[in-house]
């Protein structure tokens, strides 16, 4: 609690001190930053359910005795635990000042002062019904409104405080426990421009010292990144809000981390928003989301006209630096070499042919099992017939460079998808002492056996001994999956990687957390969601992580 209180505090002081002046009207500021705290009494609640859900019902008791120890057995006497917290650096209409106002529901703040005076310091009495209350070299100024005590860092800043500062938080009290929104578009052009100079100026600086004397390839990669800086700054400046929010939500038992990004209403990147988000035709790998997998990754996204730009521009910078690597490789043959270039361009046209086509990137990636994984994953081309033959001859290249077993070509059939197979000899203990490849035949097998399909539009690769067995599950949920997902799902089973971890490496830690997550439900999923004019990304944690979560606030607690 204490800490909670400090931070509140110290973000009332955010910006310069010096840019802080007082107001005697508010209207004439827009909000910059905005911070929300869903209260006491939910944080309160929130504790009692984690600490139920890991074995320790009386962990908030627990904190709140704490409490009574830091405020000499008054508690927080004075506060409304009912009600949320807030504070917002706004910005003048001139844009050369930054007030920044906090505020508590208090029923008496006097008592809540005295209270919390081990904590925060004594507050003083400064005048017209206002305390002040000193933190080394800054000081803070409070005074109670109604029902609110307001917080700032100049005395005069609280005489255009708000009758009600709910209407600053927009809502985010209701839908997070913790959230803080910042408005890109309340910043004056003039300072956005001087911090895109400095991004500029930063990459300019760093692609100096890289680039090399006459090296077109580096000055190919320095064009790319111009390119690239000037997408970001524009797109820094068509942003209109950035939230990021916590929640724990008892009912579903799930907690979940929101970063939301709005953009301003008809600009490129709204458009591009929405283009991100727009649901495109049914995906050919939604299989990859299977319950039993420790890792998924599933995309189904379309890709805007700018994207495929950029697409373009990364590929050509791709394929300069693979050629030129070919070119260096002393272990080539001339002939080699000039196929090896020869089968790079086709690999890339191919790449791009499907950006063009398709119009989308769809893309599925699984990987399954305990003390032996297999991973396998998919991606639509725009003709896996012509990727095959590229494929075909790019690994009967390799394994004659590298002096491997010879592929085994049509293998078998399964539903329009044809498969090959090579088994690839992993270097012997003694000859590497790298760890990586130690840890890659634990987890794989040596040989690594890899299988590849291809169907109409589809490619799949497959590493490990189930790899064949695993492709052929994927094709057949694929087509058995027919309901609506997120362009991008990422799920992680934590209990199954902790374990994996664990067998690797023999750490009793992760064993220990592992066991933790057994009863409960584990995954961690990641979700793009659409908003108007803009963006969500979802970080969600099932019940299993909370009380995990529960678990450590418990250890920690009694630690204290």
Known sequence: MKRILLSFLALVALGAPAAIAAKDDASDTKPVIVAAFSGYGELKRDIEYLGKLSGNPDMAKGLEGLLMIYTQNQGLAGLDQARPWGAAVSITADGSQFP?????????????????????????????????????????????????????????????????????????DKEYDLAVSFFVQSIPQALRDMAADLIKQ???????????DDDEQAELQAQIARQQAEAFVKRINEIDQLTVGLNIDRKTSRT?????????????????????????ESSRFAGVLRPDAMLSLHINSPVSDEDEEQFEEVLKTVSKQLMQEIDDEDDLS?????????????????IDETLEKEGRINAGLAVVGAQRLTLALGALVADAEELEDVVKEFVSLAAEDLDLPKPKWNVGKYKGHRFHALSVPLPNDEDDDNDNVKKLKQAFGDPLKVSLAFG?????????????????????????????????TVSLALAQLLKFASAQSGNPLAAMMAQGLEAGKDRIKITLQPLDNGVRYRIEAEEGINKLLGAWMGNSVRGI
């Open 334 to 350: 001339d002939d080699q070499k000039e196929k090896s270039k020869e089968l790079v361009s086709k690999l890339l046209e191919e």
């Open 456 to 488: 109409e539009k589809t490619f799949y690769l497959g590493l490990g001994e189930a790899g064949v067995d695993t492709v052929k599950e994927l094709i057949d949920s694929s087509a058995e999956t027919p309901e609506k997902l997120s362009p991008m």
């Open 100 to 172: 920044a106002l906090g505020f508590l529901p208090v029923t008496d703040l006097k008592a809540l002062l005295d209270a919390t005076a081990t904590i925060l310091g004594e507050a003083d009495d400064a005048g017209d019904e206002v305390y002040e209350i000193k933190k080394g070299v800054n000081a803070f100024f409070i005074k109670q409104k109604g029902k609110w005590a307001y917080i700032a860092q100049q005395k005069g800043a609280l005489e255009g405080a708000p009758a009600d500062p709910l209407q600053q938080l927009r809502g985010l």
């Open 256 to 280: 979940f981390v929101d970063i939301a990004l709005t953009a301003v209403e008809g600009s490129d990147t709204a458009k591009q928003f929405a283009s991100e988000t727009t649901e495109p």
């Open 202 to 212: 930063g990459m300019e600086a760093k692609l100096q010292q890289s680039a090399g």
